[in-house]
Structure formats: structure tokens, C-alpha cells
């Protein structure tokens, strides 16, 4: 199956630090999605992007589009500890119908 | 409210006793698929629907059946689950609208296998 490289797996910042996080693919994908999932929950959908090099920004989020398309990359600026929970890309490849490919997850831990 | 619900949501049963989970989503949704998440692989589609009586595979598909007879409902069927299908299992619905990608998720089934 597909596989999408998700890192850094897991992270320990600071509250108020920024975030980076970044998801890469051999294939070419036609969107990219970030969702976050709290714990005991199931995802929720962040940001969704349509096309290359597109910027997106959700609030204290932005998301890329990378330009191969073959990447993605998520921001969270000034964190705060209810940031804190798994954060998985997601995308659809070039062609693939319906399916949807999720990425291995980060998970964020804010310290106060 | 909007959502998607799954039952049960734990379940612990034995190797080769026939169970299926139940997924239903009131958003009128013509979408849905299910998931499993094990740690370190994230999530991986099992199986989605397009449609009433439309199914396709997904990427770990074997060992799962599913089908599809009403638009709300979506029940994952495990034949005869084995130890390799202890997993943290996920119900999504979403519109199949041109570029909505929003996945609506259930809140899962634990399920284990002995």
C-alpha cells in the first residue's frame, strides 16, 4: 500500500513555542488533508489543500502544499496545550478514485 | 447533531467467532469507510463506499467484509478474526460532493482478538 512518512513522530515543546511538522510521499498526490485526533476520539479535519504550492491557514495553522507534490508541511504557531494530540496528513492520490491514504501521526505534547 | 456512530465500542472475543461492528451516520452522507489504527501506521482504509450497494477495497482489505443496503448504515463484518486484527477500528462519512474531503469520524471500536 501506499505509504506516507510522517515527522518528527512525536514531539515535547514548550507552550507559546511554534511547531513544524511534515509528511512526504514517492507518489504524487492530487490533495492533502491535515486532521488532528484528540485522545479517545477519532480525527477531525484540519486544513485541506487542492493544489501545488498552495498556503492555507486555519487560525494559528498553515499548511503547504509542497510544489512536487510529493509533500506537505503543517505550522502551528504560539502553542498552547489544548494543541496537544495526534496530527496525521492524509491524501488522495493522482487517479485513485476515493481512497484515502493517512500518514503514520505525530504526536504533540504542550508543556505548560 | 451530525454524527457518526459505531457500536460497540469495545470488544474483546476470540480467534474465529464470527462479529460485526455497526456504523451509522445521519448526515445523509453517500460515503462511508472504514478504518483500522495501529501504533506507528496511522490509519489505513479497509474498505469505502461510494454509494448504496458500492463497495471497493481499500488498502488492507483482507480478512474484512462489508456491505452496504442502506444509505445510513455500513457494518464491518469479520468473518473469522484472527490476533492480527486487534486494532482500533474507525467508521467515516462524508459528502460526495466535488472537493469536500471532510471526513466525519465515529468515536471507534476497540476491538481484541485472543
Known amino acids: 500500500g501506499q505509504q506516507l512518512n510522517q515527522s518528527p513522530q512525536s514531539m515535547f515543546i514548550q507552550e507559546g513555542e511554534d511547531v513544524s511538522m511534515n509528511c512526504t510521499s514517492s507518489?504524487?498526490?492530487?490533495?492533502w488533508l491535515w486532521y488532528k485526533q484528540d485522545p479517545g476520539e477519532g480525527p477531525v479535519l484540519l486544513i485541506a489543500?487542492?493544489?501545488?504550492?498552495e498556503l492555507t491557514s486555519n487560525g494559528r495553522l498553515t499548511a503547504q502544499f509542497g510544489i512536487t507534490r510529493k509533500d506537505s508541511f503543517l505550522n502551528i504557531s504560539a502553542s498552547i496545550p489544548s494543541d496537544v494530540g495526534i496530527y496525521f496528513c492524509?491524501?488522495?492520490?493522482?487517479?485513485?478514485?476515493?481512497?484515502?491514504?493517512f500518514g503514520t501521526g505525530t504526536s504533540l505534547t504542550v508543556i505548560p | 447533531e451530525a454524527q457518526v456512530t459505531q457500536n460497540p465500542r469495545y470488544l474483546i472475543t476470540v480467534t474465529g467467532k464470527k462479529l460485526t461492528v455497526t456504523c451509522s451516520q445521519n448526515?445523509?452522507?453517500?460515503?462511508m469507510s472504514w478504518y483500522r489504527q495501529d501504533p506507528g501506521l496511522g490509519l489505513r482504509q479497509i474498505y469505502y463506499?461510494?454509494?448504496?450497494?458500492?463497495?471497493d477495497k481499500g488498502d488492507v482489505p483482507e480478512g474484512y467484509k462489508v456491505s452496504r443496503k442502506e444509505k445510513r448504515n455500513f457494518p464491518l463484518i469479520l468473518e473469522s478474526p484472527s490476533p492480527n486484527q486487534t486494532s482500533l477500528y474507525f467508521c467515516?462519512?462524508?459528502?460526495?460532493?466535488?472537493?469536500?474531503?471532510?471526513?466525519?469520524f465515529g468515536p471507534g471500536t476497540r476491538l481484541t482478538v485472543t
Open positions: 489543500l487542492y493544489k501545488a504550492g
Open positions: 507518489s504524487i498526490f492530487n490533495t
Open positions: 492524509a491524501g488522495q492520490l493522482q487517479r485513485s478514485g476515493n481512497q484515502f491514504y
Open positions: 467515516a462519512s462524508k459528502s460526495s460532493r466535488d472537493r469536500v474531503y471532510e471526513q466525519y
Open positions: 448526515m445523509n452522507h453517500e460515503y
Open positions: 463506499s461510494m454509494n448504496v450497494e458500492v463497495t
